[in-house]
C-alpha cells in the first residue's frame, strides 16, 4: 500500500471532492428556490385530480412558486430541441469527467472536457442555435467553453505532476459557468 499524501489524492479522496462540488452546486440560491417551489409533477398520484394538475385546496395552503424572473430567450422549436438535448449531454460529461477523476484517469477526463465542452467541440459560431441567443449569453456559453479547455490542460498537468487540486479547482469554473448562464437565461 502506497501512503497517502495530499498532492496524490486517493480515488476515494477524489470521489469525495467531486461529491463536494456536486453538493455546493445544489446549495446555490437557484437551486434553493427551485428546490422548494412545489411542482405538480412532484406530488404524489393521489394528490392529483384526472387531469393531472393539483387540487386547489391543496395547492391554497402551500406558498405560492417564485415567479421564474430569468430572461426568456425566445428559440424555434428544432433550435430549443437541440440546445437543450446539448445541454443534457454537457451534464452527462461533467459526470463522465468527475468518474475519471475519482479513478485518476486525468488523461481520459482531459480528452472528455476538450472534445465534448472545450473550444474542440465548438463548430462554426459556436453552433447553429447561437443565432437566436442573445449576445450576453453567447459570451457566456464560449466562457464556459474556454473553461472547459483550461480544465483539460490542468487534467492533463495532473497526470503529469499528480497535483489534482488545480484540476478541480478548473472544473468548479466550468460548472460555476454553467450555473450562472442557467440562472439568467431560460429557453422558450
Not at 470521489?15 to 463536494?20: E, S, V
Not at 404524489?44 to 421564474?68: L, N, R, W, Y
Not at 430549443?80 to 449531454?89: C, V
Not at 460555476?176 to 442557467?182: D, F, I, S, T
Amino acid at each position: 500500500m502506497t501512503p497517502s499524501h495530499p498532492l496524490f489524492p486517493t480515488p476515494a479522496r477524489l470521489a469525495a471532492l467531486c461529491a463536494a462540488f456536486a453538493i455546493a452546486a445544489l446549495q446555490t440560491p437557484l437551486a434553493q428556490a427551485q428546490a422548494s417551489a412545489p411542482m405538480a409533477h412532484d406530488m404524489p398520484p393521489h394528490h392529483m385530480t384526472m387531469s393531472g394538475a393539483a387540487p386547489a385546496a391543496s395547492m391554497a395552503s402551500q406558498p405560492a412558486p417564485e415567479v421564474d424572473a430569468r430572461q426568456v430567450v425566445d428559440f424555434p422549436p428544432a433550435a430549443r430541441r437541440a440546445t437543450l438535448a446539448e445541454m443534457r449531454s454537457h451534464l452527462e460529461t461533467m459526470g463522465e469527467i468527475q468518474s475519471a477523476l475519482s479513478k485518476s484517469e486525468f488523461e481520459l477526463a482531459a480528452r472528455l472536457a476538450e472534445n465534448k465542452l472545450g473550444l474542440s467541440s465548438m463548430h462554426g459560431d459556436m453552433n447553429d442555435s447561437a443565432r437566436y441567443m442573445p449576445k450576453r449569453m453567447r459570451e457566456m456559453g464560449y466562457a464556459m467553453h474556454r473553461s472547459a479547455s483550461q480544465f483539460a490542460v490542468a487534467a492533463q498537468d495532473a497526470s503529469v505532476g499528480g497535483d489534482v487540486r488545480p484540476a478541480l479547482a478548473a472544473l468548479s469554473t466550468v460548472t460555476q459557468n454553467c450555473v450562472a448562464c442557467h440562472a439568467i437565461y431560460r429557453l422558450k
